[in-house]
T-cell receptor
Framework: GAVVSQHPSWVICKSGTSVKIECRSL??????MFWYRQFPKQSLMLMAT?????????EQGVEKDKFLINHASLTLSTLTVTSAHPEDSSFYIC????????????FGPGTRLTVL | AQKVTQAQTEISVVEKEDVTLDCVYE???????LFWYKQPPSGELVFLIR??????QNEISGRYSWNFQKSTSSFNFTITASQVVDSAVYFC???????????FGAGTTVTVRA
């Protein structure tokens, strides 16, 4: 149980375009979802926390107008990278947590974004 | 401030050697959770263990064992009789009960040579 999927698993786009990444909890209701970014050979850094039906809370230094997060249902959160630039190339990982187990996050497989 | 410190950046061993990965954490919360994750080259995070701050019992799972010492704020991880498949990046992480956000350490790259 507690499976999280991400789509797409990888994406290549041109600079200036927008890219949407989906994160789905397949067998549980994720009231809270988290988005992380991982640059090559670095650790995971939390970008934002989203609760279903509410606006996302962004970590310091993360541009909320550039990284749009929508958590419209208990099983789906989306991250849209707007006007992507090469420096946005990274590995984006989402995770979900349930109300009964907020201390445990279930991670998706990640999405590798390459901006040319 | 760095909440989780993994002192070793890279460790290289020969198969069947034991490997110990250090993790030191920092928190003011009395209730917190510690995790270890494995990240193989595919990138997907593999959950290894979760330990809450009130449970200081050490744990063994197959070739994996964990040593939680609150007195030194450490949560070390040992792989016994390492295998090539253990080659990966290992992350220690901390979650505080105040917000449950995960803070990851920098990771330790383990390379096991045949």
């Amino acid at each position: 149980g507690a499976v999280v999927s991400q789509h797409p698993s990888w994406v290549i786009c041109k600079s200036g375009t927008s890219v949407k990444i989906e994160c789905r909890s397949l067998d549980f209701q994720a009231t809270t979802m988290f988005w992380y970014r991982q640059f090559p050979k670095q650790s995971l850094m939390l970008m934002a926390t989203s609760n279903e039906g509410s606006k996302a809370t962004y970590e310091q230094g993360v541009e909320k107008d550039k990284f749009l997060i929508n958590h419209a249902s208990l099983t789906l959160s989306t991250l849209t990278v707007t006007s992507a630039h090469p420096e946005d190339s990274s590995f984006y990982i989402c995770s979900g947590a349930t109300p009964s187990s907020t201390d445990t996050q279930y991670f998706g497989p990640g999405t590798r974004l390459t901006v040319l | 401030a760095q909440k989780v410190t993994q002192a070793q950046t890279e460790i290289s061993v020969v198969e069947k050697e034991d490997v110990t990965l250090d993790c030191v954490y920092e928190t003011r919360d009395t209730t917190y959770y510690l995790f270890w994750y494995k990240q193989p080259p595919s990138g997907e995070l593999v959950f290894l263990i979760r330990r809450n701050s009130f449970d200081e019992q050490n744990e063994i799972s197959g070739r994996y064992s964990w040593n939680f010492q609150k007195s030194t704020s450490s949560f070390n991880f040992t792989i016994t009789a390492s295998q090539v498949v253990d080659s990966a990046v290992y992350f220690c992480a901390l979650s505080e009960a105040t917000d449950y956000k995960l803070s990851f350490g920098a990771g330790t790259t383990v390379t096991v040579r045949a």
